[in-house]
């Protein structure tokens, strides 16, 4: 029975681990894309790095594009924070309490693609069956659209 507790104990140590490696790993990527021209190779080196640190955790993956994307704002681009999401989609095994489209959803209306956000948004919303989840998720996707421009 001691045998089963130290396995837990190093399962959680080792995700512990992992979640801290993926966030330094994460500030070094923002760090890269918001310095001066972020050299090609470098990104890829990084996204490769991070893909594969989060292979096992398609909740992280689907975390990790939203982060980017809100961490970089106007300078993320949609390619890398994409790529997680679909790679997310694949390894999912149990259905997400928050839909990974619901991340979609964020980053395209966040980098002012409003129409594909609105549509992944729909569909994140409509595989929510809570309806308190339900009402916060839309009401936070309604925040990050741009406040519409006063009339003169």
């Known amino acids: 029975a001691l045998a089963a507790v130290d ?5 959680k140590a080792a995700r512990f681990r992992t979640s801290i490696k993926i966030g330094q790993l ?9 310095g001066e021209s972020p050299k090609a190779e470098d990104k890829a080196a990084m996204e490769k ?19 980017i994307v809100m961490r970089l704002g106007d300078t993320a681009t ?16 149990e259905k997400p309490t928050i839909p990974n489209d619901f ?17 992944f948004g729909k569909k994140a919303i409509a595989a929510v069956e809570d309806e308190a989840m339900k009402k916060q998720l839309s009401s936070y996707l309604e925040s990050l659209k741009p406040a519409k421009e006063e009339e003169e």
Do not use: C, N
């Not at 396995?7 to 399962?11: N, P, Q, R, V, W």
């Not at 994460?26 to 918001?34: I, R």
């Not at 959803?105 to 609105?118: M, N, Q, T, V, W």
């Open 103 to 119: 991340f979609r959803a964020a980053i395209y209306i966040r980098l002012g693609d409003k129409d594909k956000g609105e549509e």
């Open 26 to 34: 994460m500030d070094k990527y923002a760090e890269l894309m918001e």
């Open 78 to 93: 949609l390619d890398f924070p994409v790529q997680l999401l679909d790679e997310a989609d694949k390894i999912q095994t």
């Open 7 to 11: 396995e837990e104990s190093a399962k």
């Open 49 to 67: 790095e991070l893909l594969e640190l989060l292979k096992t955790e398609p909740k992280s993956m689907a975390q990790a594009a939203y982060s």
